[in-house]
């Protein structure tokens, strides 16, 4: 038996002398007797290391678990096919390989397993090559469908204009009217000091509250419709504008105790726009700075900077609204201006309001950007093609 087993390893030496694989032969207690020198090409080691160290040591450890179990199994004499795993050289450099284990019996009892370990590193380069260009692809498929969800949703956007532009005539008539009436009660309470029971106010307050919230999402929903009137462009200055805006905001930015930074060039900053829709942009940005400050009940210093420059080398008229409130987070900052996008609670925000800008900034061949500031809050900077006479 002795005399066998030698001469089998001699002659399994002499037959794999040549054999780009390297070979093990193990006992099926698992130790190991023989190792090809192509050991040494493959992991930097000689067989005589080989067969003193701990091989699973040197198995990557996600790999380990599947490797012992597909072990187990070929010393029970079970046949392995081309098992892949990633295993450390010398060097410490991982090397992939492809594993076969074959049984060897001799007279029925299971003798040897023999192992075929073949280095397939380089095969594995190209294969991961393929997957991570395969994923590339997939990738560019996704943000195409991410564009036609875009486009999906401006068709959406359209045909709530359409609507839009149905109901707000109906419903602003009586709006109005409850508004008025809502205001005149409290302007009289107050007029003869204060006779209305609290309980009294505070519900007329929650109506006027109402009414306020309904004229602002009529108001939000009117800008889809784009009356033919108003799509007129003409030769807008932007410093105009914002003043024009702040007569609309600075009500509310003066209730939550924000102080408004107004920076304009000294001179017009004309735009070829639409004056309404330039408002409408800086309400929007202003409205979004108030609603991010408001939600900072302890802060001290809130404030909103306006501010318009001219960047003389690309002829660009900048606007920027820039406050010290909340900020985004980089998931929000990567939907701001998809249509229906809002973190606000339900009611207060409809996602709508970027969308719109971006809608009109892109008609006037602008281009928009927010981001955070590195002292906190928020930045959106607007930027259009300056008309040639607008000298600064
Ligand atoms: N200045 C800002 N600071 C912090 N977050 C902002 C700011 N402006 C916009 N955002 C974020 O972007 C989201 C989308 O803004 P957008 O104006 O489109 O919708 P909205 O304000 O939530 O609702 P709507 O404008 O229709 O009332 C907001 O919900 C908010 O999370
Ligand atoms: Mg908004």
């Given amino acids: 038996m002795e005399d ?9 030496q002499m037959l794999m002398q040549n054999s780009p694989d390297m070979i093990l032969l193990q006992n099926p207690d698992g130790r190991t007797y023989f190792v090809s020198p192509h050991c040494y090409d493959i992991l930097g080691y000689t067989p005589a290391e080989i067969m003193e160290l701990n091989i699973f040591e040197s198995i990557h450890p996600e790999d380990l678990e599947k490797v012992q179990v597909a072990f187990g199994k070929a010393m029970k004499g079970e046949e392995l096919f081309e098992f892949q795993y990633r295993i450390s050289a010398k060097n410490g450099m991982t090397v992939w390989v492809s594993h ?4 060897i019996y001799i007279d ?9 370990i073949r280095d397939i590193t380089d095969q594995k380069k190209v294969e991961q090559e393929l997957i991570a260009n395969h994923q590339a692809l997939l990738e560019a498929e996704q943000k195409n469908i991410e564009t036609v969800r875009m486009l999906e949703q401006s068709a959406k956007l359209s045909s709530i204009g359409v609507i839009a532009a149905g109901i707000t005539h109906e419903i602003n008539q009586p709006l109005n009217a409850i508004s008025i009436t809502t205001d005149s009660i409290l302007y009289w309470n107050k007029q003869n000091k204060n006779i209305l029971p609290d309980t009294i106010i505070t519900k007329l307050n929650r109506i006027a509250d109402g009414t306020g919230r309904i004229e602002k999402i009529i108001k939000h929903l009117r800008s889809f419709w784009i009356d033919k009137a108003e ?10 504008a914002v003043r ?3 007569s609309f905001t600075n009500r509310q930015m003066q209730a939550n105790g924000i102080n408004p930074i107004i920076e304009l060039t000294e001179n017009e ?10 408002e409408q942009i800086l309400v929007n940005l202003i409205t979004n700075s108030i609603q991010s400050l408001k939600k900072m009940k302890a802060k001290k210093d809130k404030t909103i900077r306006i501010k318009t420059s001219l960047r003389k080398s690309s002829n660009k008229a900048i606007l920027e609204v820039i406050d010290n409130g909340s900020g985004f987070d980089e998931e929000s900052r990567k939907k701001l201006f998809e249509p229906f996008y809002s973190t606000k609670i339900k009611g207060e925000g409809m996602g709508l309001g970027l969308a719109i800008v971006k809608m009109f900034v892109d008609k006037f061949d602008g ?6 500031n590195k002292t906190g809050g928020a930045t959106f900077r607007v930027s259009f093609p300056v008309i040639d006479n607008s000298v600064n």
């Avoid at 066998?4 to 399994?12: I, K, P, Q, T």
């Avoid at 900053?269 to 330039?278: F, R």
Wanted: glycine share 2%; aromatic share 2%.
């Fill in 4 to 12: 066998e087993l030698v001469e089998n390893a001699e002659r399994y």
């Fill in 100 to 103: 076969t284990a074959s049984p």
């Fill in 108 to 116: 029925e009892k299971l003798d040897s397993i023999q192992s075929n």
């Fill in 231 to 240: 799509e007129s462009e003409a030769i807008v200055d932007i410093n105009e």
């Fill in 244 to 246: 024009n805006s702040l």
């Fill in 269 to 278: 900053l004309m735009v070829k726009a639409n004056s309404i829709q330039i």
């Fill in 367 to 372: 281009t928009i950007r927010g981001k955070n």
